[in-house]
C-alpha cells in the first residue's frame, strides 16, 4: 500500500505511468484500424482454428485478425535483434567488435537492427498479403494487385516502426522495457477476447455443467501464472566467497552468491523457433498453387499435428541451450571471478570453475527449456485433445511468458524509482 501511495505522490513516477498508459492508448487505438480496401469478416473466424497465424496474431497483439496497420506488432525488429546479436557472437568480426565498443557501438548496432527489421517487417508483410490472398480470396475488395500488395506491405512495415518509436519512447519517458511493454499491451489486451470465447463455449452454448467447466477453466489459468512466475523468478544461487586481501576480515567472512536463473533465456527460444517453422511456409506460399507438397509442409511447420508440435519442442529446447550459453558464458564468469578476488568453496579457480559453472547451468537449463516448451505448446496441444476448443481460447502460453516476464521487470523498476527518489528526498532534505 505504501508502494502504490509511493507511485502517485512521486510526480516523475506519476508522469512515466500516465505516458506508458497514453501509449498503450494509441497502440490499441492502431490494432483497430484496418487497412483500405479490406474485407475482415471471413478472416477473422478462419485464424481462430490457424495456430500457425494464431502464434502471429498474438505476438501481433490481435492486429492481424483486423489486418490492421499494426498487424505485424513488433515482431520483425525482435527477429532482427536475435540475429543481429547471434551474428555478433564472433561469427562477424565487425559486429562483434561494434558489440565490445561500449555506448557507440551498441548504438550502430541498433542501427544494423532498425533497417534489417524494415526488410524483415517487408518481406513478411508482402508473404502475408500473397498468403492471406490464397486463403481467404473474398478479402481485398476488387481483388489483388501488385501494387496494393505493395502499398498495403508498405503500411505494414511503417505500422511496425512506428511501434519500435512508440517502444523507444516508452523507455526513455515511460515505464519498463518499450518494445517488451508493447507485446505485452497487445496480449493484455486481447485477454477480454479471451475469456469472452470461453465464456461463450462453456456458458452460452448451453454445455452441462458449462459453469462448474468455466470454473475450472479460471482456476487453471490462475494456475499457469503461478507456474510461469515460479519459472520466471527461480534461480540457482552459487556461493562464493571473496579472499582479496584488500577487504576487510568482516567482509571476508560474508557469504554471497552467484545467481543462475533457471529460464535465463526467457521467451526468446519461443519466439525464434516459431519465426524459423513459420517463415518456410509463408515463402513456400508463394510457389505452392495448391501443390500436394505445400499441404505436407503446412502439417509439418503449421503447429497443427503431433509431430509438428515435437518438432517446435524440439526447436525451443536446442535455442533454449543455446541462448542460456550465449547470456550466461561460463569462461567470462570464471575469468570475472578470478579477477574480482571470488572463488567458488571446494572449487579451484580458472578451468575448474568453468566446468563447475558450465555444468550447474547445464542442469538447471534442462528444467527451463522443458518448463518453457511445455508452456509454449500447451495452447496448440488443447484443441487437438479438445476439438471444440479454438486456439484463441487455449490455455497458457507464450503471451503468458511475456506477460509476467515482462511485469516482473516492470515492478523492480518501479520500486528501484521510488527508492531511487526517496533517496533523493533525503539527502535534499539533509
Not at 509442409?297 to 503449421?302: A, E, H, P, R, V
Request: hydrophobic share 50%; aromatic share 12%; with cysteine.
Amino acid at each position: 500500500m505504501k508502494s502504490i501511495k509511493a507511485i502517485w505522490v512521486n510526480k516523475d513516477i506519476r508522469n512515466r505511468i500516465l505516458f506508458t498508459l497514453f501509449a498503450f492508448l494509441v497502440y490499441r487505438l492502431g490494432c483497430a484500424i484496418t487497412v483500405p480496401d479490406v474485407n475482415t469478416t471471413g478472416l477473422m473466424a478462419g485464424l481462430k482454428d490457424n495456430s500457425l497465424f494464431a502464434m502471429m496474431s498474438l505476438l501481433g497483439g490481435g492486429g492481424i485478425e483486423q489486418f490492421s496497420i499494426f498487424a505485424l506488432g513488433v515482431t520483425p525488429y525482435i527477429t532482427a535483434s536475435i540475429i543481429i546479436q547471434l551474428l555478433s557472437m564472433d561469427v562477424i568480426p565487425s559486429l562483434t567488435e561494434l558489440a565490445k565498443s561500449g555506448a557507440n557501438g551498441r548504438k550502430k548496432m541498433d542501427q544494423y537492427t532498425r533497417y534489417l527489421g524494415v526488410v524483415f517487417g517487408f518481406v513478411q508483410s508482402v508473404s502475408l498479403v500473397y498468403t492471406f490472398n490464397n486463403m481467404y480470396p473474398g478479402l481485398f475488395i476488387g481483388g489483388l494487385t501488385t501494387a496494393r500488395m505493395l502499398y498495403i506491405a508498405t503500411i505494414f512495415t511503417a505500422g511496425t516502426m512506428f511501434l519500435v518509436w512508440i517502444g523507444d519512447q516508452i523507455s526513455v519517458k515511460g515505464i519498463g522495457n518499450g518494445v517488451s511493454m508493447v507485446i505485452m499491451a497487445g496480449i493484455v489486451g486481447r485477454m477480454p477476447q479471451q475469456f469472452s470465447a470461453a465464456w461463450e463455449t462453456f456458458i452460452q452454448s448451453g454445455m452441462d455443467q458449462g459453469m462448474i467447466a468455466f470454473g475450472c477453466y479460471i482456476l487453471i489459468y490462475l494456475l499457469i501464472i503461478v507456474f510461469v512466475t515460479l519459472i520466471n523468478t527461480a534461480e540457482l544461487k552459487i556461493p562464493i566467497q571473496y579472499t582479496s586481501s584488500s577487504m576487510t576480515l568482516a567482509q571476508n567472512s560474508k557469504m554471497n552468491y552467484l545467481p543462475l536463473k533457471i529460464n535465463s533465456a526467457s521467451v526468446i527460444p519461443v519466439i525464434f523457433a516459431s519465426s524459423l517453422m513459420m517463415a518456410p511456409v509463408q515463402i513456400a506460399s508463394f510457389f505452392a498453387n495448391g501443390a500436394d507438397w505445400y499441404t505436407l509442409m503446412q502439417n509439418w511447420l503449421g503447429l497443427q499435428t503431433w509431430y509438428s508440435l515435437l518438432l517446435y519442442v524440439i526447436l525451443i529446447i536446442f535455442f533454449t541451450f543455446f541462448y542460456a550459453n550465449m547470456q550466461i558464458n561460463p569462461e567470462k564468469v570464471a575469468e570475472n571471478l578470478g579477477k574480482s578476488g571470488a572463488y567458488i568453496p571446494s572449487v579451484r579457480p580458472g578451468k575448474t570453475t568453468e566446468k563447475y559453472i558450465s555444468k550447474a547451468l547445464s542442469r538447471i537449463t534442462v528444467l527451463g527449456s522443458v518448463s518453457l516448451a511445455l508452456i509454449a505448446v500447451l495452447p496448440h496441444v488443447m484443441p487437438l485433445i479438445w476439438p471444440q476448443m479454438s486456439t484463441s481460447m487455449a490455455l497458457g502460453g507464450t503471451g503468458m511468458i511475456i506477460v509476467v516476464g515482462v511485469a516482473i521487470e516492470t515492478v523492480k523498476q518501479v520500486q528501484g524509482l521510488i527508492t531511487q527518489k526517496s533517496y533523493k528526498k533525503y539527502y535534499d532534505y539533509d
